[in-house]
Each structure stands twice: as C-alpha cells, then as structure tokens.
C-alpha cells in the first residue's frame, strides 16, 4: 500500500481542513525489483508493469505538479531514465546502462554561463599554448635534443587529456544537459590513457636530467636517439594496455538504477561505485594499473631527484649549484602540480563526503596543470622562448605574404 506523508499546520488534531498532504512522487508509486525478482516474471507480467509504470509516469507529469526547489522537466527525464534503464532489463542483457549522468557542476543557468566561458577559454589557452609548444620543437633544430623530444610528447599528451573530458562538459553545460551514452562513457574511461601518459612522460624527463647533471659526459652515449625512441614507445604501450585492460573489465559489469556521476567526467571510481555486480577484478586491475603507471613511476622520479641533489651538492660552486638545479626546475615545478592535484583527486574522494571537494580537485588535475605546463616550459626557458618568438615571427611573415599576393 502507497502511504502519503501528511503535516498539520493549525486546528484541531483530526480536522481535514487543517490538513496537508504531500505530493505524490513516482517513488511512491513505482514498485521497484532485484535482478532476481525480475527474472522470475513472465512476459505478459512483465509488459504489464511496463505499460503501468508508464502511464504512471506520464500521469504524474502531466499534472504538472511544482516543487520548491526542482523543475518538474528535469524531474520527469530523470526518472523516465531510470524506468527506461530498468525497464531495458527485459531484453536480458544487464551488462550495459543506456546512459548515465554526470552530475558535475549543478548549478543555475547564469553561473552556468559563466562556468562555460571560464572553462572554453582555460581549454583554448591549453590546446593553444601545448601546440605552440609542439611546434616550435618540431620546427627549431636547435630543440631536437631528448629533453624536448620528450616534452612535445607530454604537450601531445596533455592536448589529448583534456580534449577526452572538457568538449563533453562544454555541450553539457551549453545545451543544460547531464547525459552521456554508456559508450561515450566507456571511451572517456579508455582515453584517460594520456593521463598515464603524463606519469610516464614526466619519469622519463626525471631520468633524462639525471643522467645529464649526473653523467654530463656520457648523456649523448646514454640518452641517443634510439634509446629515446624506445622511452617514448614504451610509455604509450604501457598506458594504452593499462587503459584497456581497466575499460574492458568494465563491459562484465552490470549496473544499477542509480545512475547518476558527481563529477564533469567518467571517473572510473565513481562508475565502480554504481555497479551492482562483484568489482573484485576491477579493484584488482585498478590498483595493478596504479602501481604500474603510477607508483612505480612516481617512485622513480623521487629517486631519480635523489641521485639528482646528490650530485649538485657535491658541486663547489654556488653558481654551479644554481645552473645544474636550474635545468630541472621547470621539470620539478610541474612534478609537484600534476601529483599534488592528482593526490588531491583520491584523497579528498577518500576522505570526504563531500562531492563538490573531489570536484574542485578534479579541476585542478585535469584543467588547469595541462594549461600551466607551456607557460612553466617557455617563461623559464631561453632556448624554448627563442624558438618562440622565432616560430610567431615566421608565421606573421608568411600571413603577409599571403595576404599581400591577394588581388
């Protein structure tokens, strides 16, 4: 039996005029299954509840009923998506949602305006100034050195990464809408590849000083083109087959009503935490994952450092001391950024409740360190700042040429 919650306000205990019902909700109504009890049904009652729930559906929006604090549009697609997702059961495929969605920033339309033109313009000086740098390492001979050969990869990288999560938030917070498909998100999952990318880049630039402060006499025997190859080779097949293996653990997985992600992108952990299936293996291949693109390559960073300030203060000169740790400054700089944010990301997720400090972290871990990385690279830098200016004053010249062979 449906039981409607009831206040008193004023009169006498027991008058009906003085009494105040709640409105009917679609929970009230819906009568809700396990995965077992749905089994057991048969066709006919099956279609049954079907055709019920959504005339019920339908009743309950038609009336057009206001709430204080909700918009009964939003209302009524976010439970049509839930009665449609359990109503998908019935073709006996659990393993796939239809769509899930992505909570993110939830706010009014006018911040959402403005959380729209923060966010495009942070993505355009991102894929503007990454480019920038790719460009001019390819197009100055002076950069072909390993040390920049791996940080066009890293600009590569960090293109990419926030091209995986940031146009999707952008046509959300546009167009007013949470939803993504389970493929869109599937493949979100599958791309955040070029954030393991960013671990590996950044190890392999620790051990590319190292061995520059370290063995300044044997860098070019050490680091030579081909040794750089197979860095370079060997990062991307490790993150690619650490992001397949996590995305394809995810298609055993079958999931529940409850399909909402408090984030602007398909985290993994919080796509693990709306699956009613066992998440053993997932848990196992996330931390294998981890530990691979992520511990074992922090832990060599750390120790490539550690050889790194051995060796500057073993250097008698101060000045000496300067220019060696100088070399690595920039590096060191965004070292602590990406996993200071990144930490950031699964403490907070771990150590609060609170949806929106995991949000603000993610933000920062996402956006705003692959958009500070050119500007650490080429403001520090005499060699990238040159090739700069170089690159711009060639661009500006050919755009006058062109325009000047105009009729």
Not at 131 to 150: E, G, T
Not at 202 to 217: E, G, S
């Amino acid at each position: 039996m449906m039981q409607r919650r009831q206040e008193w306000k004023g009169g006498p205990q027991g008058d009906p005029r003085s009494q105040q019902m709640d409105p009917v909700t679609f929970e009230d109504v819906a009568v809700n299954f396990t995965q077992e009890e749905w089994a057991l049904l048969n066709p006919s009652q099956k279609k049954l509840y079907r055709d019920v729930m959504q005339e019920t559906l339908r009743n309950l929006a038609s009336v057009g009923k206001k709430w204080d604090n909700h918009n009964i549009e939003d209302w009524y697609k976010t439970q049509w998506r839930k009665l449609s997702y359990f109503l998908y059961m019935e073709s006996g495929n659990q393993t796939h949602a239809l769509e899930f969605l992505l909570l993110g920033f939830s706010a009014k339309s006018e911040i959402q305006f403005i959380l729209f033109g923060l966010f495009l313009s942070m993505y355009l000086v991102t894929f503007t100034g990454n480019l920038l740098i790719i460009l001019a390492i390819v197009s100055d001979s002076h950069l072909h050195i390993p040390m920049y050969f791996f940080l066009s990869n890293l600009s590569f990288a960090d293109i990419c990464f926030t091209s995986t999560t940031i146009p999707k938030m952008l046509l959300n917070l546009q167009t007013q809408s949470k939803v993504i498909t389970y493929k869109a998100c599937l493949s979100q999952i599958f791309f955040i590849v070029f954030g393991c990318l960013d671990n590996l880049f950044l190890t392999v630039m620790a051990y590319d000083r190292f061995v520059a402060i370290c063995h300044p006499l044997h860098y070019t025997v050490i680091m030579n083109s081909q040794v750089c190859g197979l860095l370079a080779l060997g990062s991307w097949c490790l993150s690619v087959m650490g992001s397949l293996i996590e995305t394809l653990t995810i298609l055993r997985l079958s999931f529940c009503t409850n399909l909402e992600i408090p984030h602007f992108f398909c985290d993994l952990p919080e796509v693990l935490k709306l699956t009613c299936s066992d998440t053993l293996i997932n848990n196992i291949v996330v931390y294998f994952a981890t530990g691979l693109l992520a511990v074992i390559p922090f832990s060599g960073i750390l120790f490539s450092y550690y050889q790194i300030v051995s060796c500057i203060l073993r250097i008698s000169s101060a000045g000496g001391k300067f220019k060696a740790f100088s070399t690595c400054g920039a590096h060191l700089l965004v070292v602590f950024l990406f996993y200071g944010t990144g930490l950031g990301v699964y403490l907070s997720s771990a150590g609060t409740s609170s949806s929106r400090t995991s949000l603000v972290a993610s933000v920062m871990y996402t956006m705003v360190t692959p958009m500070l990385n050119p500007f650490i690279y080429s403001l520090r830098n005499r060699d990238m700042k040159g090739a700069l200016g170089r690159l711009l004053s060639r661009a500006t010249s050919l755009s006058d040429r062109t325009v000047a062979g105009l009729p």
